[in-house]
């Protein structure tokens, strides 16, 4: 089936196979997507974002490659509830360039087979378009001071919209305040993906380059840690002061208490515990309240709409009496006549990678906020609509909901058939059984350098708890909700990522060694295996006996 942007009820195919089929130009894989979106999305988020995020793509490969068939092809597509990510075809592009692979940096299922691989710049073809890059250089001179005064203009909007009670609109309003946040947020998202694509350039060129003199690739990553200024790099730092508050009380359990009820904030209060009520609304909810899980996915909440997650972490912390102590920062020296500009720019667009996100995701939280009010509304005029069939709708199906209730009959029974596709995904999401190699061996991409022993918790995308000082996280791909933890795990194992995936960065900034992915690590590793991660050569052993 080929690519049309109005065949968007189920599924996307690309122009010429679907997932599972490799051609040349076409080699779907999964794994890439968990950078940007969740595993599995709704029909309203995918609405929203699918062909904004495919139309990014397009523009960026058509503005560096002058390759008008661009226009035609589908980078990211929903395939029965599932997204998946057309990484051959990114390449393709990123070769005709002149570049090499663009999963050499950032990771995902196809990185696998490309470890050993040495990669070289095609100096021809990158000469060839030269031009694009000139003009995607001086786009990038002006993106820090743009990104800046988004920052404070998104700043300003949250300000202005936390006092608005929406559910003293009508429908007809609340669906024009959604249509209008919605709108600003697309034209916004070119932020996060221009700042991603001069990342991820000058990072390769760095890594090109520092190869080529000699150095290995711990020396690129002890020259992309400790980026001063990325904002969900300090939030585990006002954890461990919250800690700070609550464990030297003598009320310290009884705090702890409060903060195991559903009516936790009242009980706060009531209880004479504000100045710690009011440490965790002005410190961690305000600044941070507007991220959380999966958080492009409609239907999920954010942390001030729901900061369970938040309140279990904090917890956990106050519980364990060891001292968070960060490894000391470990620098490195090169010739900054050869490297030093670039390492200012990986070093800068990787951090507006990171920020660029946090701020622009103020408005994903706000769009969240506006849909709860309007699917309430709707639940209310229509007895026959359940408060989660908004979420399997298409935007424009919310729309003719709104306009005339006597659509929703022939809505409602896409949403039955939308939301049989969804549970079968969750219920069919458990990868096949991997059998253990013998070797005892694991292998991945170093992506903060360190070695470290511990004791492994293999997690799942639900927040299990029972997370020690010391451990090594083991997850399939870690989003931007487990920062918290990172300064209470030993190391981190993920099964997918690369260097510049949002938890190799952020886990450069607590210097916590970090191997990224290691195919099947959820499958080989158990809770409580003994390992001894490796991050300079991203190396794993999980014998009974370690080598020193």
Request: with cysteine.
């Amino acid at each position: 089936m080929k690519y049309n942007s109005k065949n968007r009820d189920e599924v996307y195919t690309g122009n010429t196979c679907y997932p599972g089929k490799k051609s040349r130009f076409d080699l779907w894989t999964r794994g890439n997507v968990a950078e940007a979106f969740p595993d599995i999305m709704t029909p309203l988020s995918w609405s929203l974002w699918g062909e904004a995020m495919n139309e990014l793509l397009r523009d960026s490969f058509r503005h560096y490659s002058f390759s008008p068939e661009v226009k035609e092809k589908c980078f990211i597509m929903l395939n029965g509830g599932k997204l998946y990510y057309n990484i051959g075809l990114v390449n393709f592009y990123m070769k005709r360039i002149g570049l090499f692979p663009m999963d050499t940096i950032i990771g995902g299922e196809t990185a696998y087979s490309n470890k050993r691989r040495k990669e070289r710049i095609h100096w021809l073809r990158f000469m060839l378009h030269m031009p694009g890059s000139i003009k995607a250089e001086k786009n990038n001179k002006q993106l820090e001071a743009e990104s800046k005064l988004k920052w404070r203009e998104f700043l300003r909007y949250q300000k202005k919209w936390v006092d608005l009670d929406y559910n003293t609109f009508d429908l007809n309003m609340l669906f024009g305040l959604l249509n209008e946040r919605i709108t600003y947020g697309k034209e916004n998202m070119h932020l996060h993906t221009d700042a991603t694509t001069a990342a991820f350039s000058k990072m390769a060129l760095l890594q090109w380059k520092l190869n080529k003199y000699g150095y290995d690739n711990s020396t690129l990553l002890k020259l992309v840690n400790d980026i001063e200024g990325i904002e969900m790099a300090e939030i585990s730092s006002c954890m461990e002061r919250l800690k700070n508050i609550i464990v030297p009380s003598e009320k310290s359990q009884e705090i702890l208490e409060c903060l195991k009820s559903e009516n936790w904030q009242q009980l706060l209060i009531d209880s004479g515990f504000e100045k710690v009520y009011n440490f965790i609304n002005e410190n961690i909810i305000e600044k941070y309240g507007h991220r959380g899980k999966n958080e492009l996915e409609i239907m999920e909440p954010y942390w001030a709409e729901n900061p369970r997650m938040l309140l279990d972490m904090i917890i956990e912390r106050c519980l364990n009496k060891e001292a968070v102590r960060l490894r000391e920062q470990e620098k490195t020296s090169v010739d900054d006549k050869k490297f030093g500009k670039l390492i200012t720019q990986a070093r800068t667009f990787t951090k507006l990678r990171e920020n660029n996100k946090h701020y622009l995701y103020i408005i994903i939280a706000e769009i969240k906020r506006v849909s709860r009010v309007l699917n309430n509304k709707l639940c209310s005029v229509i007895p026959e609509m359940e408060p989660d069939d908004i979420y399997f709708m298409h935007y424009d199906e919310v729309r003719r909901l709104i306009k005339d209730f006597t659509e929703f009959a022939e809505i409602k029974s896409k949403v039955i058939l939308r939301k049989k596709i969804y549970s079968d995904c969750m219920t069919n999401s458990k990868e096949p059984e991997i059998k253990k190699s013998s070797k005892k061996v694991l292998r991945g991409i170093p992506a903060c350098y360190g070695r470290v022993k511990g004791n492994v918790r293999v997690i799942n995308h639900n927040y299990a708890g029972n997370i020690k000082k010391g451990d090594i996280i083991v997850i399939k791909s870690l989003d931007i909700s487990w920062t918290p933890l990172f300064s209470v795990a030993g190391g981190l194992i993920t099964e997918l990522g690369g260097i510049l995936s949002h938890a190799a960065i952020i886990a450069r900034e607590y210097n916590i060694p970090t191997i990224v992915n290691v195919e099947n690590a959820t499958t080989t590793l158990e809770d409580g295996d003994r390992v001894l991660l490796d991050g300079e050569t991203g190396v794993i052993y999980y014998d009974k006996v370690l080598p020193t």
